[in-house]
């Protein structure tokens, strides 16, 4: 698929570049940027930090515990009525998650209004939140020209009331995390499950934003949404509550976007990641590379919008619901390893990406996340070699980390001591089937314990024993660890999670060395300030091709010594996607004249080093193929 796309890719990217060269930069009304979910607990109050400047951002609905604790600290700050919902109460998980989502939205919302209400005392806000703007914002030059010849308190105020909008206030539910629930020994109904309580804990809120489901398909939990009218659209295509996909190629859009549309949901937004370049779990793809991909979503984005319309308008009819009158709109949008505004710039200019992700960068602004000022400290002093793809997931996926984080410190030093595992006092990365059919947690006490006693019986020699033990024990309590931190940084007690912090940054991270106000991050965004003082940042591009090549090399490694034609197959589709992938960044970057000027023979002679490497690799994959074949 992807060497046809680098054969047209000469023809197109030339024809493209030449109509971005003939456009003057983009306008646009409000922010072209948003926050995504960050772990478990730093984005978790976000939304109050920033929506009252139109910024969107995201909340994880993974930890409804952590959530019930933070509704109480905004309840006490506010000064709103707080009635504790305890586990003892029916259907608990989805009933703490509408509280809170309902007191985030009723907070956002007042001070948003304030911020409208022009008074001498509020103009300072109203300035804040134009000055966030892009320099390009339609906003800002309106109001230039509103207020140069005199100031209209009145003529403001209604301006300000037609233009400005509110940040939305977006949830995160990964599909993975949807393990089954017990009451008094007894397996609850599936709508019980974590992911299904999530779901309608926010359909069940009076939020109008959206639900963004990550970490692949579930059948089951998207079914499950059509039990809410606030999904489906009304006759001019209004939908209350938004679907977005987190997915990393056309491919999988189009599947979900499909299956979605014959239950008459409309998915609203595609969400591309990079597959390693990124915060968190890194679902790498099988070698294709973030260009390639947006070139393809580029290139069908209208037969993709239309071609699941005209099935949505089937279902739609089918189940005697409304019927748009329009093709619904469909955004695209982009994340995973941008660090400067002429990488954000281009991912707009160049593939029509309506919004850019930034997440890392954010876990060094205080004013935005929620983050505890030892987590902050150590962010700042992380290099390259401190952030890294690690095995700590109980999920089985690979996750990028932070380096002598204190969660993993705290488990080493369990380990030390002969107790190995968590006591896994959350249980939300259950999802193991121990013998007896319950859920249980590979990072617990419980699973790791017996594993190791297992693994003593059978006759290993030393090294084998300690390879597979590590294996065992690697395993870390990251549902607990993603949400301390938000515990602390709101000076709340520790005493059931204990005091250890995982963190989950992107690579990208390890180039932005100091905390940042809102004001200065936003700036850099838009090319305002550059808060980068290294000079030895590479292309984000660039980057995820190094980390793509490692990820192969490891790959190698790993299985060289007792490898299977199945993952010989696997490691030559994932070589040949990767050798694709360069071609084509090539072939983009030897046509570009008038992005990336400064950086553009670098960009080149690093691409062409990564070709030469990955050649090297080829060779092996070959030999390990011809070996296999005798």
Same mark, same amino acid.
């Given at each position: 698929?992807?060497?046809?796309?680098?054969?047209?890719?000469?023809?197109?990217?030339?024809?493209?570049?030449?109509?971005?060269?003939?456009?003057?930069?983009?306008?646009?009304?409000?922010?072209?940027?948003?926050?995504?979910?960050?772990?478990?607990?730093? /984005?978790?109050?976000?939304?109050?930090?920033?929506?009252?400047?139109?910024?969107?951002?995201?909340?994880?609905?993974?930890?409804?515990?952590?959530?019930?604790?933070?509704?109480?600290?905004?309840?006490?700050?506010?000064?709103?009525?707080?009635?504790?919902?305890?586990? $003892?109460?029916?259907?608990?998980?989805?009933?703490?998650?509408?509280?809170?989502?309902?007191?985030?939205?009723?907070? *956002?919302?007042?001070?948003?209004?304030?911020?409208?209400?022009?008074? !001498?005392? @509020?103009?300072?806000?109203?300035?804040?939140?134009?000055?966030?703007?892009?320099? !390009?914002?339609?906003?800002?030059?309106?109001?230039?020209?509103?207020?140069?010849?005199?100031?209209? /308190?009145?003529?403001?105020?209604?301006?300000?009331?037609?233009?400005?909008?509110?940040?939305?206030?977006?949830?995160?539910?990964?599909?993975?995390?949807?393990?089954?629930?017990?009451? $008094?020994?007894?397996?609850?109904?599936?709508?019980?499950?974590?992911?299904?309580?999530?779901?309608?804990?926010?359909?069940?809120?009076?939020?109008?934003?959206?639900?963004?489901?990550?970490?692949?398909?579930?059948? %089951?939990?998207?079914?499950?949404?059509?039990?809410?009218?606030?999904?489906?659209?009304?006759?001019?295509?209004?939908?209350?509550?938004?679907?977005?996909?987190?997915?990393?190629?056309?491919?999988?859009?189009?599947?979900?976007? @499909?299956?979605?549309?014959?239950?008459?949901?409309?998915?609203?937004?595609?969400?591309?990641?990079?597959?390693?370049?990124?915060?968190?779990?890194?679902?790498?793809?099988?070698?294709?590379?973030?260009?390639?991909?947006?070139?393809?979503?580029?290139?069908?984005?209208?037969?993709?919008?239309?071609?699941?319309?005209?099935?949505?308008?089937?279902?739609?009819?089918?189940?005697?619901?409304?019927?748009?009158?329009?093709?619904?709109?469909?955004?695209?949008?982009?994340?995973?390893?941008?660090?400067?505004?002429?990488?954000?710039?281009?991912?707009?200019?160049?593939?029509?990406?309506?919004?850019?992700?930034?997440?890392?960068?954010?876990?060094?602004?205080?004013?935005?996340?929620?983050?505890?000022?030892?987590?902050?400290?150590?962010?700042?002093?992380?290099?390259?070699?401190?952030?890294?793809? !690690?095995?700590?997931?109980?999920?089985?996926?690979?996750?990028?980390?932070?380096?002598?984080?204190?969660?993993?410190?705290?488990?080493?030093?369990?380990?030390?001591?002969?107790?190995?595992?968590?006591?896994?006092?959350?249980?939300?990365?259950?999802?193991?089937? !121990?013998?007896?059919?319950?859920?249980?947690? /590979?990072?617990?006490? @419980?699973?790791?314990?017996?594993?190791?006693?297992?693994?003593?019986?059978?006759?290993?020699? @030393?090294?084998?024993?300690?390879?597979?033990?590590?294996?065992?024990?690697?395993?870390?309590?990251?549902?607990?660890?993603?949400?301390?931190?938000?515990?602390?940084?709101?000076?709340?007690?520790?005493?059931?999670?204990?005091?250890?912090?995982?963190?989950?940054?992107?690579?990208?991270? *390890?180039?932005?060395? $100091?905390?940042?106000?809102?004001?200065?991050?936003?700036?850099?965004?838009?090319? %305002?300030?550059?808060?980068?003082? %290294?000079?030895?940042?590479?292309?984000?591009?660039?980057?995820?091709?190094?980390?793509?090549?490692?990820?192969?090399?490891?790959?190698?490694?790993?299985?060289?010594?007792?490898?299977?034609?199945?993952?010989?197959?696997?490691?030559?589709?994932?070589?040949?996607?990767?050798? *694709?992938?360069?071609?084509?960044?090539?072939?983009?970057?030897?046509?570009?004249?008038?992005?990336?000027?400064?950086?553009?023979?670098?960009?080149?002679?690093?691409?062409?080093?990564?070709?030469?490497?990955?050649?090297?690799?080829?060779?092996?994959?070959?030999?390990?193929?011809?070996?296999?074949?005798?």
């Amino acid at each position: 698929m992807f060497y046809v796309l680098t054969f047209v890719a000469n023809i197109r990217i030339t024809i493209d570049i030449f109509i971005l060269q003939l456009n003057n930069k983009y306008m646009t009304r409000n922010h072209s940027f948003h926050i995504p979910v960050l772990g478990i607990g730093y /984005t978790l109050d976000t939304p109050v930090k920033v929506a009252q400047y139109g910024i969107n951002s995201t909340i994880s609905l993974v930890d409804d515990i952590l959530l019930e604790k933070l509704r109480k600290v905004y309840c006490e700050k506010f000064e709103v009525f707080y009635n504790e919902i305890s586990e $003892k109460i029916d259907d608990f998980r989805a009933k703490r998650i509408t509280s809170y989502l309902n007191l985030v939205n009723d907070i *956002a919302k007042n001070k948003f209004e304030e911020l409208k209400n022009v008074t !001498s005392e @509020k103009v300072k806000d109203l300035k804040e939140y134009l000055n966030l703007l892009p320099n !390009s914002s339609e906003l800002k030059a309106e109001f230039k020209a509103l207020t140069d010849k005199h100031i209209n /308190t009145d003529a403001i105020k209604k301006w300000v009331k037609e233009n400005l909008s509110m940040g939305s206030i977006d949830v995160n539910i990964m599909t993975k995390i949807d393990k089954d629930n017990y009451l $008094k020994g007894e397996k609850l109904p599936i709508e019980y499950n974590d992911a299904h309580a999530a779901l309608r804990g926010f359909a069940n809120s009076n939020l109008e934003s959206s639900v963004i489901f990550s970490a692949g398909m579930n059948p %089951r939990l998207y079914s499950y949404i059509e039990q809410f009218d606030d999904f489906f659209p009304d006759k001019n295509g209004y939908i209350k509550k938004k679907i977005v996909l987190k997915v990393s190629d056309y491919r999988s859009a189009l599947i979900q976007g @499909k299956f979605l549309a014959k239950k008459g949901l409309w998915v609203s937004e595609f969400r591309i990641e990079s597959g390693l370049n990124c915060g968190g779990h890194a679902f790498a793809t099988e070698g294709f590379l973030l260009g390639p991909i947006l070139e393809e979503f580029k290139e069908n984005r209208e037969t993709l919008n239309n071609e699941v319309f005209d099935i949505l308008k089937t279902s739609l009819s089918e189940k005697n619901k409304v019927i748009p009158k329009e093709v619904l709109p469909l955004r695209i949008t982009a994340q995973g390893g941008v660090g400067t505004t002429e990488e954000h710039n281009f991912l707009i200019d160049y593939y029509g990406i309506d919004s850019v992700g930034w997440g890392s960068p954010f876990m060094l602004v205080p004013e935005a996340t929620s983050i505890d000022d030892e987590t902050l400290h150590k962010l700042e002093k992380a290099k390259e070699d401190d952030i890294y793809l !690690s095995d700590i997931s109980p999920l089985g996926v690979p996750f990028n980390s932070l380096k002598n984080n204190t969660k993993d410190i705290e488990k080493l030093e369990l380990i030390k001591q002969g107790r190995p595992g968590s006591s896994c006092p959350k249980e939300y990365l259950a999802l193991n089937k !121990s013998d007896n059919g319950k859920n249980v947690c /590979t990072a617990s006490i @419980k699973y790791q314990f017996k594993k190791i006693k297992e693994l003593k019986k059978e006759n290993l020699t @030393k090294e084998e024993y300690k390879f597979r033990f590590d294996k065992i024990v690697e395993k870390s309590c990251i549902c607990v660890g993603l949400g301390t931190s938000a515990l602390k940084a709101n000076k709340l007690d520790t005493q059931v999670e204990g005091d250890g912090i995982s963190v989950c940054p992107g690579p990208n991270l *390890a180039y932005f060395s $100091k905390r940042m106000s809102l004001k200065e991050i936003v700036g850099h965004i838009y090319g %305002r300030v550059n808060v980068i003082k %290294r000079t030895d940042r590479p292309n984000m591009y660039v980057k995820e091709l190094h980390l793509y090549l490692d990820y192969l090399k490891n790959k190698i490694q790993e299985t060289k010594d007792n490898i299977t034609k199945k993952q010989v197959r696997y490691l030559s589709s994932f070589s040949n996607n990767l050798q *694709a992938g360069i071609e084509y960044y090539q072939v983009l970057f030897n046509n570009l004249k008038c992005k990336f000027t400064d950086s553009k023979q670098k960009i080149l002679n690093d691409l062409q080093e990564g070709m030469f490497n990955l050649k090297n690799m080829n060779k092996q994959i070959k030999e390990i193929q011809e070996s296999l074949s005798l």
